[in-house]
């Protein structure tokens, strides 16, 4: 059983188009994160929700609107697709939002590859 | 603010050569520090990880001293396989950035039979 599984694993879309990337996790954790490895492999958080509450939002633009309808569940909407939104998606929960330490894990799933023509 | 620097790639080796990777990092406090891997066309996942100074983090024969002294988590594996090429990320967690994991840019490991 996958604990955080993602789909679609690939996308191919054209510049203009809206599409959604979803994400679910069985863990029972109550915090799930978006992260974003742009074409040279640098990783760097999107957004955080924290029992359905967004927490983080690292200066995304707004065509991108994270949803989460349960806390099982972030779901990841791009409006208006543009060729620099090509990049891999992670998804990612932690049983809370302190990640310092020794008892707080994050676990990333698969990823989404997103290919903008 | 809190980061995480690790030597340039591509890095290529020979099979059974010894590997090193270094990793750095800037944080107040003491920060949790971890390699992540990903193999190609997959996801990441955690390899090992360390939360204190001097602990040594072990996972598939790579191990990681965190080196408070010298701010240091260099990866390391005395034997390398060609089914250990992918991506390795070193990251940390700290006190001030708790929230979310800064990632070092990533390094790219080959190796060559």
């Known amino acids: 059983d996958t604990a955080v599984s993602q789909t679609p694993k690939y996308l191919v879309t054209q510049m203009g188009n809206d599409k959604s990337i979803k994400c679910e996790q069985n863990l029972g954790h109550d915090t799930m994160y978006w992260y974003k490895q742009d074409s040279k492999k640098f990783l760097k958080i999107m957004f955080s929700?924290?029992?359905?509450?967004?927490?983080i939002n690292e200066t995304v633009p707004n065509r991108f609107s994270p949803k989460s309808p349960d806390k099982a569940h972030l779901n990841l909407h791009i409006n208006s697709l543009e060729l620099g939104d090509s990049a891999v998606y992670f998804c990612?929960?932690?049983?809370?939002?302190?990640?310092?330490?020794?008892?707080?894990?994050?676990?990333f799933g698969e990823g989404s590859w997103l290919t903008v023509v | 603010g809190d980061s995480v620097t690790q030597m340039e790639g591509p890095v290529t080796l020979s099979e059974e050569a010894f590997l090193t990777i270094n990793c750095t990092y800037t944080a107040t406090g003491y920060p949790s520090l971890f390699w992540y891997v990903q193999y190609p066309g997959e996801g990441l996942q955690l390899l090992l990880k360390a939360t204190k100074a001097d602990d040594k983090g072990s996972n598939k024969g790579f191990e990681a001293t965190y080196r408070k002294e010298t701010t240091s988590f260099h990866l390391e594996k005395g034997s390398v396989q060609v089914s250990d090429s992918a991506v390795y990320f070193c990251?940390?967690?700290?006190?001030?950035?708790?929230?979310?994991?800064?990632f070092g840019p990533g390094t790219s490991l080959s190796v060559i039979p």
């Open positions: 990612a929960s932690s049983q809370g939002m302190e990640l310092w330490g020794p008892r707080n894990t994050i676990y």
């Open positions: 929700y924290n029992n359905k509450e967004l927490i």
């Open positions: 990251a940390l967690t700290s006190k001030t950035s708790y929230d979310k994991v800064i």
